[in-house]
């Protein structure tokens, strides 16, 4: 390995299986020291043990305010220092709409998007305070977005809300957080993980053997993301799939029609035809027939 995170801290949530436990090996790999934080203490237990004295496990409710503020001081007290947060965290209950259950609506709200906020708000009052007192960081974040946030999903109206709304936390946060030393990106990823795999059975390929869909794929570019060679990305959303990295595309402005002033309802027809013929089809919703 390169040693690109030696010295590096880094707290990755969600890190007890899949593809949280291959960033948080992934890190150690290349010389960092890991919190690997996941709700079931014995699967961080595990990955902390695989790494060895360069990891800690912690079981803090990333989604909990008070047990994200703990998770940025388990770094702290640990390692002496905090350099990069992984929000990765996260579950499922899918639904079609029309029967999904408001207690499904707010766990998977409260576990992906303030479970990315909350630990993201408490790292960066941390880095913020050494800032002002003159050790400017060169601190990370990178959130865990996903394909549904940015295109939506058929059955995962939850999921892909939340998603899009890690996106959009992503670029603000990259916004106000720069002049920190802080950069905030995001990663979209497919992997095959329990989350998903009744989706993504094997896609290996018979004549190398490489498994498209295994989570350790995802890794290389949120280590390199992490590292101190990333300084000048930031704002950004990165697909991830197999040996596949592209750049999302994020919503931009459109076509434009001015009247230069107030338009009346009944003239709006043919405003609408003209700007939908200028524009490009949007991109299909997933499992959108």
């Known amino acids: 390995m390169s040693g690109l995170c030696q010295g590096r801290v880094v707290v990755v949530t969600g890190a007890g299986r899949g593809i949280g436990r291959a960033h948080a090996l992934a890190f150690a790999a290349e010389g960092a020291s890991v919190v690997v934080n996941d709700v079931d203490a014995g699967a961080a237990a595990e990955v902390a043990g695989a790494i060895g004295e ?23 007290e640990q390692f002496g220092r905090l350099d990069v947060l ?21 766990a998977v709200v409260r576990v992906h998007l303030k479970g990315h906020f909350a630990p993201l708000r408490h790292a960066a009052e941390h880095w913020r305070a050494e800032a002002k007192a003159g050790r400017t960081p060169s601190a990370r974040v990178i959130n865990t977005s996903s394909g549904a946030g940015l295109l939506g999903s058929v059955g995962q109206g939850n999921y892909s809300a939340a998603k899009a709304g890690i996106a959009g936390l992503t670029v603000v946060a990259a916004a106000e957080l720069a002049r920190y030393g802080i950069t905030v990106n995001a990663i979209a990823p497919a992997a095959r993980t329990r989350m998903t795999e009744s989706v993504f059975a094997s896609m290996a390929r018979p004549d190398s053997g490489f498994d498209a869909m295994a989570p350790e794929n995802v890794s290389p570019l949120v280590v390199w993301l992490g590292s101190e060679e990333s300084s000048h990305v930031t704002g950004r959303v990165f697909e991830v799939e197999g040996g596949k990295v592209s750049l999302a595309q994020a919503w931009r402005h459109g076509p434009v029609v001015d009247k230069g002033e107030r338009w ?26």
Do not use: H, I, Q
């Open 86 to 106: 992984v929000n990765n965290a996260g579950f499922l209950r899918d639904r079609m709409l029309v029967n999904l259950a408001e207690d499904e609506w707010d």
């Open 54 to 76: 360069n990891a800690v496990a912690n079981t803090s409710d990333v989604a909990d305010w008070t047990g994200a503020r703990d998770l940025v001081g388990t770094a702290l």
């Open 264 to 289: 009346e309802p009944a003239e709006l027809g043919p405003v609408v035809k003209e700007l939908l013929e200028r524009a490009p089809e949007p991109e299909p919703v997933y499992g959108a027939s």
